[in-house]
Nanobody, 127 residues
Framework: QVHLVESGGGLVQAGASLSLSCAPS????????VTWFRQAPGKEREFVAG????????RYADYVKGRFTISRDNARNTVYLQMDNLKPEDAAVYYC????????????????????WGQGTQVTVSS
């Protein structure tokens, strides 16, 4: 069982940047594709970005494309989500999730396909 821990959330002004991190509390990440989701109050959780276990095949939701960048450092056992030019509508709890044993370059984007989840980190963006 892999438990994920997110960090890096906080309160920023619109236009600012934040970098979120996701790491397993036990075990290693290298064989897992990792996906970020977010959930705003009163809304359903939605896909944000995903990356394959090899670091390729990155996918982004249209509403973050060009502003967010997902990356991973398997040597550090960490996946990152760099969020630039944040908007008030980006405010949400951000979750990372993982799926093991996918082929290289493959990323899943739906909640039902995730095996492991973190507890989430809050991102607040003031206008």
């Amino acid at each position: 069982q892999v438990h994920l821990v997110e960090s890096g959330g906080g309160l920023v002004q619109a236009g600012a940047s934040l970098s979120l991190s996701c790491a397993p509390s036990g075990g290693i990440f290298i064989s897992n594709a990792v996906t970020w989701f977010r959930q705003a109050p009163g809304k359903e959780r939605e896909f944000v970005a995903g990356i394959s276990w090899t670091g390729g095949g990155a996918r982004y939701a249209d509403y973050v494309k060009g502003r967010f960048t997902i990356s991973r450092d398997n040597a550090r056992n960490t996946v990152y989500l760099q969020m630039d030019n944040l908007k008030p509508e980006d405010a949400a709890v951000y979750y990372c999730a993982a799926t093991p044993r996918l082929p290289a370059g493959v990323v899943h984007t739906t909640e039902s396909e995730m095996d492991y989840w973190g507890q989430g980190t809050q991102v607040t963006v003031s206008s």
